[in-house]
């Protein structure tokens, strides 16, 4: 028998992008003694963004979760290191800063640059997008070299990053966006198991064109 400080199974949870409501109403149907594994990209696009962020960390703070590193939690931080908006666009584009402003962003700069870029269980890794396949190393940004070439050297690896209608499985991967900001659902997958639990989004923000450019925005 597992002691109580080591849960029997785990939710990883899609890409929140500031649907608050989603992930709240989310939580009230996952299991309490379960672990949950936030998967990135909970900041930007959505309408509720500090609102999920400090329902995310509530959850690290309470030991429930871990908050994986995606790449709009990467490329926050970074822009906010190069300065403030005034001699750094970026900024002025990103969504969180707008809603945020620059104050309150700052204050979550230092708890954002502690989140992890993986998280592992047995026979399975959740990483925010996958893993460069010259080096394994995780990227934040990675699609098709990855699908591609991804061997199950780490088992069963369960990602977000990439917004679809449903969750997909492309051999040892599983992917879990399921669009909660673009009018689809917020999805919690369960790697133990392979259940899966979906509650709708918030669908205020417009999807995104399947194009280099837009796949990259900020």
């Known amino acids: 028998m597992l002691p109580p400080s080591q849960p029997s199974r785990h939710w990883v949870i899609g890409d929140v992008h500031g649907c608050a409501d989603a992930l709240q109403s989310l939580l009230e149907r996952l299991p309490t003694g379960d672990r949950l594994v936030l998967c990135g990209d909970v900041i930007n696009r959505g309408p509720q963004i500090e609102r999920a962020m400090q329902l995310a960390w509530s959850l690290v703070q309470e030991g429930r979760a871990v908050w994986l590193r995606g790449n709009h939690e990467q490329r926050l931080l970074e822009a906010l290191g190069r300065g403030s908006w005034l001699c750094n666009p970026t900024l002025a584009g990103c969504e969180t800063y707008r809603q945020l402003g620059d104050s309150r962003c700052r204050m979550w700069q230092e708890r954002l640059d502690t989140l ?28 098709l070299p990855f699908w591609q070439a991804y061997d199950g050297r780490f088992g069963d690896v369960v990602i977000g990053h990439t917004p679809a209608s449903k969750l997909r499985r492309l051999n040892h991967i599983v992917m879990i966006d399921t669009g909660a900001c673009y009018g689809g659902s917020l999805t919690a997958y369960c790697p133990e198991s392979g259940a899966t639990i979906s509650v709708p989004g918030t669908g205020q923000s417009q999807r995104p064109r399947a194009s280099r450019a837009a796949l990259g925005s900020f």
């Open 116 to 143: 992890p870029l993986t998280y592992a269980g047995e026979g399975w890794l959740a990483t925010h997008a996958g893993f460069n396949p010259h080096t394994w190393a995780p990227d934040l940004g990675i699609r």
